[in-house]
């Protein structure tokens, strides 16, 4: 079975500060996928990252993926309140019939 | 319009019931999932349908059933509910299958 791990768990930091979240897998594949989730809500589609190098920005995040290294970062830049959330990182086993998800990063941006 | 709905958000009962929980999507995608968010948020795949075939069932207890009546809908029922089946139950779409899911709101199922 695929297996996906996110690192750190929980990540605290200030705001303005830059920071990674690092997502490693144990399988060939080269789709990788980023969602958020607030508390108490649904997971919300950042990125889809389907090549190796894939590079994707939005705002204060960027995203990348290294099929070789099975690692996907996402980078945040000067961070702000609001991207406070849970971040999970998801991979498909290139059948296209699921997604495994990494454990999630608790990041909370303290003012 | 929501593309993929769940009813009902939050759902509380008894040790021992039957419940069901609806889903239905909008955006004419082909697959639909029912994924299990646990008390430490991890998310594990239940079910998935392709165009009302069933093509993952991974091991889950057979008190869970999942309905799919057309590629819109899926539905879970439970039976007999157990404590440890308290837990946030998603379901999620896709087309094709390259592109990402689109989840829904989630229903909060709790056991008492």
């Known amino acids: 079975e695929l297996k996906v791990e996110q690192n750190p768990l929980f990540l605290s930091m200030q705001e303005g500060k830059n920071y990674t979240i690092y997502c490693n897998y144990s399988?060939?594949?080269?789709?990788l996928y980023w969602y958020r989730q607030d508390p108490g809500k649904s997971l919300e589609s950042l990125f889809v990252l389907l090549s190796n190098g894939a590079v994707k920005q939005e705002g204060r995040l960027m995203a990348s993926l290294d099929t070789k290294a099975r690692l996907s970062t996402l980078h945040i830049t000067a961070a702000v309140h609001d991207l406070s959330a849970t971040y999970f990182c998801a991979v498909d086993m290139n059948t296209g019939n699921q997604f495994y998800f990494g454990t999630g990063t608790s990041l909370t941006v303290i003012p | 319009d929501t593309a993929v709905s769940q009813t009902p958000k939050y759902l509380v009962t008894q040790m021992g019931n039957d419940k069901s929980i609806k889903c239905e999507q909008n955006?004419?995608?082909?697959?639909m999932y029912w994924y299990k968010q646990d008390s430490k948020k991890f998310l594990k795949i239940m079910f998935s349908y392709n165009n009302k075939e069933l093509i993952i069932n991974e091991t889950v207890p057979n008190r869970f059933s999942p309905k799919s009546p057309d590629k819109a809908h899926l539905n879970l029922h439970i039976n007999s509910l157990e404590l440890g089946d308290s837990a946030v139950y998603f379901c999620?779409?896709?087309?094709?299958?390259?592109?990402?899911?689109?989840f829904g709101s989630g229903t909060r199922l709790t056991v008492v």
């Open positions: 999620a779409s896709r087309l094709g299958q390259v592109g990402g899911y689109t």
């Open positions: 399988t060939t594949s080269d789709r």
């Open positions: 955006l004419g995608h082909d697959t």
